[in-house]
């Protein structure tokens, strides 16, 4: 794994917990994006960070999600009042710059979160 | 909105033969970029190629190169000389080029492949 590392790997949870992810880039990167991967799906937008500024948020993200990135550096995802439908590996990727195809990037390993 | 579309939900080929994943995608958008993604069963994501709208060269990385029409919107990917290492998912993507908010990765539904000994 490079470039970026995700907290915890699994997470087991009951229905209507909170639980909280975290992503932890090994280099400065700008930019950070959370997606969302049901099984046998490809990844869905969340929401994505320039620095510590929130720029955009899916309609996917809903008020029982928030996402933070206080010192532009890691990331928390969480979701309070966990529902079976959040199920899903949760993905964070860096870029490092938006100046084209040759930044770097990165996708962390994710978070597999089970709902009971 | 931009999508991406891959209409091959698994796909098999023999080892060290050819294979050709497709993906179609629809936008207005003229500058803008497109990758392939796999992903390994139970690992992380990498990028294994991408390509700049605006170069008409198809991009090449080792035994991996794309067929971009740009017209037809069509970005298909193909594995040359199959190892059973290049079993996994592989998702196609598109990312706007332009500067306007929307700077997000959409993702296909992915395709599997299988390698056959």
């Known amino acids: 794994d490079t470039g970026v590392s995700q907290n915890p790997r699994h997470k087991i949870t009951k229905r209507g917990q909170n639980v909280t992810f975290r992503c932890d880039p090994i280099s400065e990167h700008n930019r950070l994006y959370w997606y969302r991967q049901t099984l046998g799906q490809g990844p869905e937008f969340l929401t994505y960070f320039q620095n510590e500024a929130q720029l955009e948020k899916s309609r996917l993200l809903s008020d029982r999600f928030s996402a933070e990135r206080p010192k532009g550096s890691f990331s928390t995802l969480e979701i309070q009042r966990t529902e079976q439908g959040d199920s899903a590996m949760y993905l964070c990727?860096?870029?490092?710059?938006?100046?084209?195809?040759?930044?770097?990037?990165?996708f962390g390993p994710g978070t597999r979160l089970t709902v009971l | 909105a931009q999508t991406v579309t891959q209409s091959q939900p698994e796909m098999s080929v023999q080892e060290a033969e050819t294979v050709t994943l497709s993906c179609t995608y629809d936008t207005s958008e003229s500058d803008y970029y497109l990758f392939w993604y796999k992903q390994p069963p139970s690992r992380q994501m990498i990028l294994v190629i991408r390509?700049?709208?605006?170069?008409?060269q198809n991009a090449t990385e080792n035994r991996f190169s794309v067929n971009f029409q740009k017209a037809a919107k069509s970005f298909s990917l193909k594995i040359s000389d199959s190892q059973l290492g290049d079993a996994a998912m592989y998702f196609c993507?598109?990312?706007?080029?332009?500067?306007?908010?929307?700077?997000?990765?959409?993702f296909g539904k992915g395709t599997r492949l299988h390698i056959l000994p």
């Open positions: 993507a598109y990312r706007s080029a332009g500067f306007g908010r929307d700077d997000k990765i959409i």
């Open positions: 990727y860096l870029q490092a710059s938006r100046a084209g195809p040759t930044d770097t990037q990165y």
């Open positions: 390509q700049e709208a605006y170069k008409q």
